[in-house]
């Protein structure tokens, strides 16, 4: 089985709210990354919680704060986002095994930012 | 910065033929390599994993690596419609986290 959930599958908000994005896998995996996907671009790398450390992409803004509440379940806690922050965001994890890992995505949340 | 080159196409072959789908990446450590399909507004699926220079077969696909010229590509055999997607070269940077290097994704259009 290599299921990852995401919810919810779409999100409309305005940039004043606060929301969380939640992904969960039961497949033991050691690492779960969060992707950012805009219109026929390829995903870019936000965030990557591995064995439960945290590497960031510095170039993504403050208002997106990840979560990792046990090794199953990873949050994006969003706050005051931009419209242009809407874009597909893609959940993926992997076995965290050096060299040879192998990400398996999401289906995915579809945000948009009003 | 490593980087994964792809052309955009979109590739259009007949139904039955042959798709080849190439990419060439800039880092030359690089170990690991994949290829993922995404249907529009869908998120990316996992087709073929390769590691070790030569080709790698399953199914319809077939997956070649060779690291001395710093290629990847596959070829999908009797194509289909349903093949019809964004396919997206990606390596995996082992100096971050093993995050996911993509290329821009090569657009196939299977023609009945």
């Known amino acids: 089985d290599t299921e990852v959930t995401q919810t919810p599958k779409h999100l409309v908000m305005g940039m004043t709210n606060k929301k969380s994005l939640k992904c969960e896998q039961h497949?033991?995996?050691?690492?779960m990354y969060w992707y950012k996907q805009k219109a026929k671009k390829p995903p870019e790398l936000m965030f990557v919680y591995s064995y439960e450390k945290l590497s960031i992409n510095e170039s993504v803004p403050s208002r997106f704060s990840p979560e990792c509440p046990n090794s199953s379940l990873l949050n994006l806690h969003l706050h005051a986002l931009q419209p242009e922050d809407s874009a597909l965001y893609l959940c993926?994890?992997?076995?965290?095994?050096?060299?040879?890992?192998?990400?398996?995505f999401g289906p995915g949340t579809r945000l948009t930012v009003l | 910065q490593k980087e994964v080159e792809q052309n955009s196409g979109p590739l259009s072959v007949p139904e039955g033929a042959i798709a080849s789908l190439n990419c060439t990446y800039s880092d030359r450590v690089s170990q690991s390599f994949f290829w993922y399909r995404q249907y529009s507004g869908k998120s990316p699926e996992l087709i073929m994993s390769?590691?070790?220079?030569g080709d790698k077969e399953d199914g319809r696909f077939t997956a070649q690596l060779n690291k001395a010229s710093q290629y990847v590509s596959l070829l999908i055999r009797d194509s289909q419609p349903s093949d019809s997607a964004t396919y997206l070269c990606a390596l995996s940077d082992m100096e971050y986290g093993n995050k996911l290097v993509f290329g821009a994704g090569t657009i196939l259009r299977v023609k009945s």
């Open positions: 390769i590691y070790s220079n």
């Open positions: 993926a994890s992997s076995p965290g095994s050096r060299g040879t890992d192998t990400q398996y």
């Open positions: 497949m033991g995996h050691r690492a």
